[in-house]
């Protein structure tokens, strides 16, 4: 069977694999009183069923060795992006498919940029510290000529062996003579920069306005987000949200990619700082599911207007003074939160809050787990009924319903605000309410 067929196969096969209802209609807005009024019975996904699922990994499966059996070739060579992605995602062949990276990689400077990012993306994300991996990255460095891969790529050595550092530092300039213009470089020289900034006071920031009278998602997660974070909702009013009994509305978020790779670095984690949050629809990824998304964009991704939720801009071009004018002052000079900026710089877009229906299974033994991690957004868990695909319980729906509740808009406007703790471990629900009384909110 060709390739280009396998997973259209896999697809007719999960939707006859259970009679449940339709789901939401792709690409459907919801008002704040539409998202309130939802359930999880509302809601199913047949591929999260047990035949569904298992219909559409066994294709993915087929698909996986499909590619990797392919001669060496043109035909291969555009398979490898890919093969290496659906690698990631299902955790499959992976050291089958290593010596295909192994061949790709001596000749990879001579193709083209998305080929580059795609193998030096599979490189970090599926064979950090692998020795024969980071000996075939290393001679990349001097000559790669765009930013972007050559940023994977130096991520993909510093990830498994910090001293490459300050070989990194060194060759940025020689090699990028105007990198401070280049988002991605400013992001990547002060990731191996000799000193780090302090982090400013983390109270500071959950108790900055923002923009008064906007609901705001605080996502709180580790360094390196391999462990699982914590999302909190502040209300309108600037008070954090609370049940019934005085709780702290605080629970597990995931904002970490399949690739590892920071926020500048398409499909990378998702980056630090200040979201615009414009309203709630129904996704068209299947991987993302029927379950309403919070609509979150970068800088840049949103006009000035879009960011402020005004009718007009109040100035004519997006800028540095302009993101920071969201920030409280003693984080304005912290390049960390400003991730942000520089992601939607690079050009990143479509970073939404959102819940999922890849079976958490793929990644068991994660840290994470049973986090599923995708391609740079902000997940939160659900729970699908493997019967029916019917779901369960959603903390997405949960999220969206308080953040809903607490903005107390038609067209649920407001701000995400995305910042790493530092420690390991998953972010606690203690950390999320000393951090919360500390805000005086």
């Given at each position: 069977m060709?390739?280009?067929?396998?997973?259209?196969?896999?697809?007719?096969?999960?939707?006859?694999?259970?009679?449940?209802?339709?789901?939401?209609?792709?690409?459907?807005?919801?008002?704040?009183?539409?998202?309130?009024?939802?359930?999880?019975?509302?809601f199913?996904?047949?591929?999260?069923?047990?035949?569904?699922?298992?219909?559409?990994?066994?294709a993915?499966l087929?698909?996986?060795?499909?590619?990797i059996?392919?001669?060496?070739?043109?035909?291969?060579?555009?398979?490898?992006?890919?093969?290496?992605?659906?690698?990631?995602?299902?955790?499959?062949?992976?050291?089958a498919?290593?010596?295909?990276l192994?061949?790709a990689?001596?000749t990879?400077?001579s193709?083209?940029?998305?080929?580059q990012?795609?193998?030096?993306?599979?490189?970090?994300?599926?064979?950090t510290?692998?020795?024969?991996?980071?000996?075939a990255?290393?001679?990349l460095?001097?000559?790669?000529t765009?930013?972007?891969?050559?940023?994977?790529?130096a991520?993909?050595?510093?990830?498994?062996?910090?001293?490459?550092?300050?070989?990194?530092?060194?060759?940025?300039?020689?090699?990028?003579?105007?990198?401070?213009?280049?988002?991605?470089?400013v992001?990547?020289?002060d990731?191996?920069?000799?000193?780090?900034?302090?982090?400013?006071?983390?109270?500071?920031?959950?108790?900055?306005p923002?923009?008064?009278?906007?609901?705001?998602?605080?996502?709180?997660?580790?360094?390196?987000?391999?462990?699982?974070?914590?999302?909190?909702?502040?209300?309108?009013?600037?008070?954090?949200?609370?049940?019934?009994?005085?709780?702290?509305?605080?629970?597990?978020?995931?904002?970490?990619?399949?690739?590892?790779?920071?926020?500048?670095?398409?499909?990378?984690?998702t980056?630090?700082?200040?979201?615009?949050?414009?309203?709630?629809?129904?996704?068209?990824?299947p991987?993302?599911?029927?379950?309403?998304?919070?609509?979150?964009?970068?800088?840049?991704?949103?006009?000035?207007?879009?960011?402020?939720?005004?009718?007009?801009?109040?100035?004519?071009?997006?800028?540095?003074?302009?993101?920071?004018?969201?920030l409280?002052?003693?984080?304005?000079?912290?390049?960390a939160?400003?991730?942000?900026?520089?992601?939607g710089?690079?050009?990143?877009?479509e970073?939404?809050?959102?819940?999922?229906?890849?079976?958490?299974?793929?990644?068991?033994?994660?840290?994470?787990?049973?986090?599923?991690?995708?391609?740079?957004?902000?997940?939160?868990?659900?729970?699908w009924?493997?019967?029916?695909?019917?779901?369960l319980?959603?903390?997405?729906?949960?999220?969206?319903?308080?953040?809903?509740?607490?903005?107390?808009?038609?067209?649920?406007?407001?701000?995400?605000?995305?910042?790493?703790?530092?420690?390991?471990?998953?972010?606690?629900?203690?950390?999320?309410?000393?951090?919360?009384?500390?805000?005086?909110?």
């Amino acid at each position: 069977m060709k390739l280009r067929s396998l997973l259209t196969v896999a697809a007719a096969l999960v939707l006859t694999a259970c009679a449940t209802p339709p789901p939401p209609a792709i690409g459907k807005r919801y008002t704040a009183a539409e998202l309130l009024a939802l359930r999880p019975a509302d809601f199913s996904w047949p591929a999260t069923a047990t035949a569904g699922e298992r219909a559409l990994r066994e294709a993915v499966l087929a698909d996986i060795r499909a590619r990797i059996a392919l001669p060496p070739g043109p035909e291969r060579d555009a398979a490898l992006p890919r093969l290496f992605d659906l690698v990631a995602q299902y955790n499959l062949e992976i050291a089958a498919a290593k010596p295909l990276l192994l061949e790709a990689l001596p000749t990879l400077a001579s193709r083209d940029p998305n080929h580059q990012r795609a193998l030096l993306t599979a490189a970090r994300a599926l064979y950090t510290g692998d020795a024969a991996v980071q000996a075939a990255v290393q001679p990349l460095l001097t000559q790669l000529t765009l930013s972007r891969p050559f940023a994977i790529a130096a991520y993909t050595l510093t990830a498994a062996n910090p001293g490459y550092a300050e070989f990194i530092r060194d060759l940025v300039p020689r090699r990028f003579p105007q990198w401070r213009d280049d988002a991605r470089l400013v992001a990547l020289m002060d990731e191996v920069a000799p000193v780090r900034a302090a982090q400013p006071p983390l109270a500071d920031l959950l108790a900055a306005p923002l923009r008064p009278g906007y609901p705001v998602v605080y996502s709180l997660q580790r360094p390196g987000r391999v462990d699982m974070g914590l999302v909190l909702v502040r209300a309108s009013d600037g008070r954090f949200v609370r049940d019934a009994a005085g709780r702290l509305f605080a629970q597990p978020q995931l904002a970490l990619s399949r690739s590892g790779l920071p926020g500048t670095i398409t499909n990378g984690n998702t980056p630090q700082g200040v979201f615009t949050i414009v309203g709630a629809g129904t996704a068209t990824n299947p991987n993302i599911g029927p379950t309403p998304y919070l609509h979150s964009k970068l800088p840049i991704e949103a006009t000035i207007a879009e960011f402020e939720h005004a009718d007009a801009a109040p100035v004519a071009a997006w800028s540095e003074a302009v993101y920071d004018s969201f920030l409280p002052p003693s984080w304005r000079g912290h390049l960390a939160i400003k991730e942000a900026w520089l992601a939607g710089r690079a050009g990143r877009d479509e970073l939404l809050i959102h819940g999922t229906t890849i079976n958490p299974a793929y990644y068991a033994g994660s840290r994470y787990f049973p986090g599923t991690p995708q391609q740079g957004c902000m997940i939160s868990n659900e729970d699908w009924d493997t019967a029916t695909g019917r779901l369960l319980a959603s903390r997405q729906l949960s999220l969206a319903q308080a953040y809903a509740a607490a903005g107390a808009r038609a067209d649920l406007a407001g701000y995400a605000v995305v910042v790493e703790l530092p420690g390991e471990g998953a972010v606690t629900w203690a950390e999320a309410q000393a951090l919360v009384d500390a805000a005086g909110r």
